[in-house]
């Protein structure tokens, strides 16, 4: 901790100050004033603005903007496909200075020790990585996990310097049913942070879950849903994912009085959809380009972020403040120049000085050898339940279609988008399969299979192709995990992922070409989707309405049961 002394002094300019911005205009996230001045900076800390400053060492931003370090209010980490460092070196550019993350993705797949990975990692990396402790591994009792986390197993894990509280409890019928697990868990981060995950949950229902302190939550997708959750107290996430896209229908609510209510996340976001269009800078200037005020998205990206979560050390360029600080030279293109994280300028040489460590969760991936045989769809009726994908959300339409029985087996009908979906469990648990239909990625040939399957992460298999789904499904074994594109008896593309089957061990650079081939190849298959891996890894989430499948079926998620 920096010495109290050298801060006051310093403050007072009494003392040189170890860092000055000269030059610059600082955007104030209350006010919305463009106040002149330097910036002071002693350590880590912001200990002056608006005045003038001896320095120890300056930095001169003349003609740019500086405004608060941004603030990724629920994200995982996992989804990046990248490590937490690669994640760092990926993000921390874009301005992104906090990130507050659920390391359930691989906390499904090992358990307590992937949520340990990630708070040691968090210590060794630039950007202040929060981690939250995930609640709900499963995520239901109609998947198989590789793994189970109870009360009992994270009590150990509180009170980590990473730690900021329990992760999205994304279980809300067990929370408004009082199931024992989900009461326990409620219980032990009573009067702590809880984050929450209830889509388009409304009414008496959201009153008893809010009730239950959960306090924050991002799955609203129209600006109605987004509105009750803020009126009855909750603080609304706006996500802007690869797959979830929810800004162009929530920016209407992104106005000056309910901004400090509101703040950005992005959830789930590759590094493909970074390189292209960005981060929470792509989210920042996308908002005021459809119409929210500047102010008030700034203030969402970082003030309100920091005071939702209870970071009072940041969010805002003020004295005692935690110096988080990006320039930009124009407020509407959040073009970032410069970032300072902690009082450090993000450079190459401040990466190449961090200390890393060994990754886990290798060779993960434990499912049977499935044959062409195994996707076969048994059934004495034509009518089919069929997943209705809706393009840029998570959620689902559940359709019923006719598809005839032939030799005993519904089969693909690509020329009606209806392909062929199956989840195989990879853990090594009970080898189950399910198999059922899903339109929406326009596939016409071959098959796409991935171990990035939400929240279970078992292998998911689309295809128009028995022998394609078999060979790409038993491909993902041999490479410890990722994506992996199949026609005709062949690989065209594919992305192996050896940490948990979820993140790669290449520069993130190299991740990003990688998925620039595995689109191209799913383009070649026919697939209209912009990102159809994600798209696919969602269709396995049974907490997300409509209709789902996991390893052991489709689940009505509207009903919370299994389809028998």
Do not use: W
Not at 17 to 35: H, I, S, W
Not at 80 to 103: M, N, W
């Amino acid at each position: 901790m920096t010495d109290l002394s050298r801060i006051i002094q310093q403050a007072r300019g009494l003392a040189p100050a170890d860092l000055v911005l000269k030059g610059g205009k600082v955007l104030d996230v209350v006010t919305g004033e463009l106040l002149e001045g330097d910036v002071a900076i002693c350590e880590g800390t912001i200990v002056g603005i608006c005045g003038s400053y001896d320095v120890a060492r300056e930095i001169d931003v003349t003609g740019q903007i500086l405004v608060p370090g941004f603030i990724d209010t629920h994200l995982h980490i996992e989804s990046s496909l990248v490590t937490p460092f690669e994640f760092d070196r990926c993000v921390l550019p874009h301005g992104v200075t906090t990130a507050i993350c659920d390391p359930h993705e691989i906390a499904n797949v090992i358990g307590p020790d992937g949520i340990r990975y990630f708070q040691d990692a968090a210590t060794r990396c630039l950007m202040d990585i929060k981690v939250q402790l995930s609640s709900c591994v499963p995520s239901t009792e109609m998947e198989t996990a590789g793994a189970r986390i109870e009360a009992a197993d994270l009590k150990p894990l509180m009170g980590h310097p990473a730690g900021i509280g329990l992760a999205e409890f994304m279980n809300f019928p067990g929370v408004l049913f009082q199931d024992p697990g989900v009461m326990e868990k409620l219980e032990l981060f009573r009067g702590q942070h809880i984050d929450g995950h209830c889509p388009q949950l409304s009414g008496n229902d959201l009153n008893a879950y809010i009730a239950a302190g959960i306090r924050t939550e991002h799955e609203a997708t129209t600006a109605e849903e987004a509105l009750e959750k803020l009126r009855k107290g909750m603080r609304v996430l706006i996500r802007e994912g690869s797959v979830s896209k929810d800004l162009h229908a929530l920016a209407p609510i992104i106005t000056e009085r309910n901004s400090a209510y509101i703040c950005l996340c992005t959830d789930d976001r590759n590094p493909l959809d970074i390189a292209e269009y960005g981060h929470l800078d792509y989210m920042i200037r996308t908002a005021i380009e459809l119409g929210a005020p500047p102010l008030a998205v700034y203030r969402a990206a970082s003030l309100s972020a920091a005071e939702a979560f209870g970071l009072k050390d940041r969010g805002q360029i003020a004295p005692g403040k935690r110096a988080d600080i990006v320039t930009i030279t124009d407020l509407a293109k959040c073009d970032v120049q410069m970032v300072l994280c902690g009082g450090v300028e993000v450079t190459d040489a401040a990466f190449a000085a961090r200390y890393l460590i060994d990754p886990v969760g290798r060779h993960s991936v434990k499912a049977p050898t499935v044959t062409a045989d195994n996707f076969r769809t048994a059934g004495n009726r034509e009518d089919t339940d069929v997943i209705g994908i809706l393009e840029g959300k998570i959620i689902t339409e559940h359709l019923h279609e006719v598809i005839p029985i032939q030799d005993g087996d519904k089969r693909p009908d690509p020329g009606r988008d209806l392909i062929k979906i199956a989840v195989i469990e990879r853990h090594g648990k009970n080898g189950n399969i399910a198999t059922g239909f899903v339109r929406g990625f326009g596939l016409q040939h071959g098959a796409i299979a991935g171990t990035v399957c939400h929240d279970h992460h078992n292998i998911a298999v689309v295809g128009a192709d028995y022998e394609d789904m078999a060979l790409a499904s038993n491909r993902l074994g041999q490479i410890e995990g990722g994506f992996v594109v199949v026609r005709d008896g062949q690989v065209l593309a594919e992305l192996p992922l050896p940490v948990a089957g979820l993140m790669s061990l290449d520069p993130y650079e190299s991740v990003r070409d990688q998925l620039i081939d595995l689109r191209a190849a799913a383009q070649s298959l026919g697939v209209t989707l912009e990102e159809p891996f994600l798209q696919l890894a969602f269709l396995a989430l049974p907490v997300i309405p409509a209709l789902k499948i996991t390893d052991r079926g489709l689940v009505d998620v509207n009903k919370f049961e299994i389809i028998s």
